[in-house]
């Protein structure tokens, strides 16, 4: 039997591997680490420019927001002032105009309808009791000093019906009539200079 004895130290295989494999996963870490690392750096200062341009944004939004109202301020100031000025030109005269309309109605003569335009033309709509009350009311209107032309559109008869009563209910007439006021006139009248 031979027996083999050997003294002298076995070399270590096992932990080379080890030693290289712990070296190999710390290379593979350090080099995800830094990728990590750079990745990060380049989204922060990604992060800072977005900041930035958002900022940026929100100023020129405001800028454009002040800028839009101030303009449409001020084209409201001067619609407004417009129509201040035409209200304070025609208010008078239209007050006039319906004073005198109503004032030469006969006693149970109801205005219906009232338009008046800014060129002087008035469109009015009455009812009478009678279409001899009509006819009389446009030879009144065009007596008055503040209308320039009057004339009849239409007279149409409204038959009232009431189930209640066998008498019947007399017709009512409404009367459609265009005028043409004399806006000197009433400008005079506004400034006390005429009467109505």
């Known amino acids: 039997m031979f027996v083999d004895i050997n003294l002298l ?3 270590e295989k096992k932990r080379r ?9 710390g290379l593979v870490l350090s080099v995800t680490g830094f990728f990590f690392m750079t990745n990060y750096q380049a989204q922060k200062v990604r992060l800072v420019q977005l900041e930035q341009e958002l900022t940026l944004t929100k ?5 454009k927001e002040k800028e839009r ?21 025609h208010q008078s005269s239209t ?4 004073r005198t309309v109503s004032s030469l109605l006969p006693e149970r003569g109801f205005i219906v309808d009232f338009s008046y335009k800014e060129e002087g033309t008035v469109q009015l709509t009455v009812q009478f009791d009678s279409s001899r009350e009509a006819a009389y009311y446009l030879k009144s209107i065009s007596s008055s000093s503040i209308i320039s ?22 017709p009512r007439y409404n009367a459609q009539y265009e005028l043409m006021v004399d806006k000197a006139v009433i400008q ?3 400034k006390g200079e005429v009467g109505p």
């Open 9 to 11: 130290p076995k070399k």
């Open 17 to 25: 591997t080890v030693i290289l494999l712990i070296l190999l996963v």
């Open 59 to 63: 100023e020129l939004k405001v800028a």
């Open 69 to 89: 109202t101030q303009s449409v301020e001020s084209k409201s100031v001067r619609e407004l002032t417009t129509a201040v000025q035409w209200v304070e030109e």
């Open 95 to 98: 007050f006039f105009i319906m």
């Open 149 to 170: 032309a009057a004339k009849l559109l239409t007279l149409s008869t409204e038959k009232l019906k009431d189930g209640v009563t066998a008498e019947p209910i007399l």
């Open 188 to 190: 005079a009248s506004v």
